[in-house]
């Protein structure tokens, strides 16, 4: 038996699924969209399951795909603090009230989009160098991605304050991610047992909306400029953030 059977929720997932696709292909901050409808059909903690074998099968074509662009300092600065974020977040997942922490969540991501958004408007370049910003944005995003898989807004945080170039935003985040999500597999299938054959059989389904998510999403983001796609990851964080916010 399926993990879903009615066809309200396959559409729900189905969407999320080519969701995925579309943000690992480049759109970032539209996952955010996915995280809220995945947690529509199987609450909050038990969609964490369902979502991170896509978001590895989604992440490897990311890789395939961006590899040659990664900036490997950016990605061994991250790495440590994100695994750590990680595992603090399995010692606490279980006893987190969900709502209350994706709103705190969401009013951190939309509070920093507004203070990006007055920089752009005013031109300020800062590009932060401190290393306790990177111990933070590292810690956040490792907390949140094994919490409800909120770490995509927080690492478009840093990679916007870096000034990364388009293709080395993703190409970076591509590998970030790969590690960080294989990372969590063992976590999500011994400790919160969410990673059973049913999810499994659930992920297998989704893989062509997956699939072709991510091929539109190499065409859309392939037509966007460097500068105009600073904008466009911006205003998706920002929509996501406020869907995170009111979804109950």
Not at 28 to 42: Q, R, S
Not at 113 to 125: A, G, L, P, S, Y
Request: proline share 2%; with cysteine.
């Amino acid at each position: 038996m399926l993990f879903t059977d009615t066809l309200t929720n396959w559409v729900l997932i189905v969407l999320s699924a080519f969701i995925i696709g579309l943000s690992k292909a480049g759109l970032k901050g539209i996952d955010m969209l996915n995280v809220t409808l995945m947690a529509i059909v199987f609450g909050g903690k038990a969609s964490t399951g369902v979502v991170l074998p896509l978001l590895c099968v989604a992440d490897i074509m990311a890789v395939i795909y961006y590899h040659r662009h990664a900036q490997w300092p950016h990605f061994w600065k991250l790495i440590p603090w994100m695994a750590g974020g990680i595992l603090l977040g399995v010692y606490v997942g279980k006893d987190l009230n969900e709502i209350y922490f994706r709103r705190i969540m969401a009013v951190i991501i939309i509070l920093t989009v507004i203070i990006m958004v007055t920089m752009e408007i005013r031109k300020t370049v800062i590009i932060p160098s401190n290393k306790l910003f990177v111990a933070n944005m590292g810690l956040i995003s490792g907390f949140t991605t094994m919490l409800g898989n909120l770490a995509g807004a927080f690492s478009n945080i840093y990679f916007l304050a870096m000034r990364m170039s388009k293709n080395d935003f993703i190409g970076t985040a591509a590998w970030v991610f790969l590690v960080i999500n294989l990372f969590k597999l063992p976590f999500q299938v011994f400790f919160w047992k969410n990673i059973t054959l049913s999810t499994l059989k659930t992920d297998i389904w989704l893989l062509p909306a997956l699939a072709s998510g991510f091929w539109l999403g190499l065409k859309i983001v392939s037509k966007i400029k460097d500068d105009s796609y600073r904008k466009v990851v911006i205003v998706l964080t920002f929509i996501g953030a406020l869907f995170i916010f009111f979804k109950r």
